[in-house]
C-alpha cells in the first residue's frame, strides 16, 4: 500500500478523526431543562463554591489538552500549527482507543515560551491534563518545567517522557534474556534532544551509571564548550569517565546504543565495536539509524526501532494512554518519575516469560490490555508518591 497516497485520501474522505458525542439525552423539554437552562444553574453553583467538583459534574476529569506549536511534527520539523493538526488528531485517537480518554487539540500560533505557558495556564481548568506535543527543543523543556509550576494538573511531554518509558520497559525485557542487570550496563544515546535527555534521565534514575550522550559535536561532558543549560544538566550525571570524540569513538565497549537521532549515522563498522551481544534501539523515523538487518549482521544481538514493520517497535502508545488514565483515575496533581518508572515495569510485565524473545521484548501496540495494566501501576505508584487527590 501507498500510506501517503492512501492516507491522504482517507482524510479527505473522513474529514477530520475526532468529533464530539452528546453524552445525554435532548428529545423532551425535560431533557433540555436538566441538561441546560435552569438546571444547569445547580452544577455551575456547586462548582463555584467548590471548583474541585468540576471533575465530577463536568467531563474534566476524563479531557486532556493534546497541546503544540508544530515545530516538530513527527520526522517533518517546522511545518506550523495547522498542519500538525493531523498529527495532534491522531494522538487523540489513540488517547480514546487505548486509554477511555476524551482528548482535543490545541494548536498554538506562537514559537514564543511564555505566550503558550500562558495560553495553557490559562485553558487548564477545562482539562484533567496537558499532554505536549511534537514541540522543538530546546524550547520544550522549558515550556514543561514553567507549566509544571503553575498548573495543578498533569503535565507530560510525551516526546520525552513517553519515549523513555517505553525505551526502558525495552531495555528492561532485554536484560532479562541476556540473564543481566540494567544498572551495570553501558549505554551510549545519540541525540540530544527531548527524548534523548529524558532517557538518559529514567536510566540514571533506575540506576545504570555509564550513560554517555552524543550531540552533533559528539560526546557531552562537563566542562565542554558550549554547552546549552539542558546539556549541562546532562552531563552533571552522565559519562562519568568524560570521554570525548564523536559517536565512533566513545561507542567501543558498549553494551547499549539507542539512537534518537538521525538516519544512517551508526555503522556496521561502529556496531562490531561494541561489546558483545549489544543491544540496538534505532529510534529516527521513518528511516533508522541502522536498519535492523545491517545491525543484525554486524553482531547486534537484541534491535528495536520506531518503526511497525519491524519486531520490538518502541511505540509510545504503549505508554501515553495508560499513564494519563492512571493519573486521571487518582486526579493526580502530577506525572512523577515513581509513575513513570511504574509505567516502564507494567510495560515490561506484559510480555509473559514463556513469550519474552529476541523479536519481541515489549507487547503490542494494538494490545488493549496494556493500557489498563499501566493504568493500575500509574495509579498505585501515584497514590504511593503522594500526587493523587482521589
Keep these: 500500500m501507498d500510506y501517503a497516497k492512501e492516507s491522504q485520501k ?11 458525542v452528546s453524552r445525554v439525552p435532548l428529545q423532551t423539554r ?17 462548582i463555584q463554591e467548590n471548583p474541585e467538583l468540576s471533575y465530577s459534574l463536568t467531563r474534566r476529569g476524563n479531557m486532556v489538552a493534546v497541546v503544540t506549536d508544530g515545530t516538530a511534527v513527527l520526522g517533518l520539523g517546522d511545518i506550523g ?12 485517537v489513540l488517547f480514546k482507543e487505548f486509554g477511555g480518554i476524551d482528548a482535543i487539540p490545541l494548536c498554538i500560533r506562537s514559537h514564543d515560551v511564555s505566550e503558550i505557558v500562558q495560553t495553557v495556564k490559562l485553558l487548564a481548568g477545562s482539562f484533567g491534563g496537558i499532554n505536549l506535543e511534537d514541540i522543538s527543543a530546546p524550547r520544550c523543556f522549558e515550556i514543561e518545567r514553567q ?13 520525552q517522557h513517553g519515549t523513555a518509558v517505553v525505551a526502558l520497559a525495552a531495555m528492561t525485557n532485554a536484560t532479562k534474556i541476556l540473564n543481566r542487570s540494567i544498572q551495570e550496563l553501558s549505554v551510549v544515546i545519540n541525540g540530544a534532544g527531548a527524548a534523548g535527555e529524558a ?71 561502529m556496531v562490531r565495536t561494541m ?14 539509524e541502522i536498519l535492523p538487518e545491517d ?42 518519575e515513581a509513575m513513570k518508572l511504574a509505567a516502564a515495569k507494567a510495560i515490561a510485565d506484559c510480555v ?37 487527590r482521589k
Aim: proline share 7%; charged share 20%.
Design 352 to 388: 509473559p516469560a514463556d513469550q519474552l524473545s529476541e523479536d519481541m521484548l515489549l507487547p503490542n501496540p494494538l494490545d488493549r490490555s496494556v493500557g489498563a495494566a499501566v493504568a493500575k501501576a500509574v495509579a498505585q505508584a501515584a497514590i504511593e508518591s503522594g500526587v493523587a
Design 147 to 159: 507549566l509544571k509550576e503553575c498548573c495543578d494538573i498533569p503535565i507530560f511531554h510525551d516526546d
Design 199 to 269: 532517557i538518559a534521565s529514567l536510566l540514571y534514575s533506575v540506576g545504570v551509571k555509564e550513560i554517555v550522550v552524543c550531540d552533533r559535536k559528539g560526546a557531552i561532558y562537563e566542562g565542554r564548550d558550549g554547552l546549552t543549560d539542558e546539556k549541562k544538566k546532562l552531563a552533571a550525571f552522565t559519562n562519568p569517565h568524560k570521554k570525548s570524540g564523536n559517536l565512533a569513538d566513545v561507542l567501543p565497549g558498549a553494551d547499549c546504543f539507542i539512537g534518537v537521532s538521525v538516519s544512517g549515522c551508526l555503522t556496521q563498522d
Design 275 to 288: 561489546a558483545p551481544d549489544p543491544m540496538i534501539f534505532a529510534l529516527a523515523n521513518p528511516n533508522p
Design 10 to 20: 482517507k482524510h479527505e474522505e473522513w474529514n477530520g478523526k475526532i468529533g464530539v
Design 295 to 336: 545491525a543484525k549482521q554486524a553482531g547486534a544481538r537484541l534491535i528495536g526501532t520506531g518503526r511497525s514493520d519491524y519486531p520490538n517497535q518502541i511505540n509510545n502508545v504503549l505508554a501515553f494512554p495508560g499513564i494519563f488514565r492512571g493519573a486521571l483515575d487518582v486526579r493526580a496533581s502530577e506525572i512523577n
Design 30 to 46: 425535560e431533557d433540555l431543562s436538566l441538561a441546560y437552562t435552569p438546571g444547569v444553574a445547580a452544577p455551575c453553583l456547586a
Design 81 to 92: 500549527p495547522e498542519a500538525g493538526m493531523p498529527v495532534m488528531e491522531g494522538k487523540c
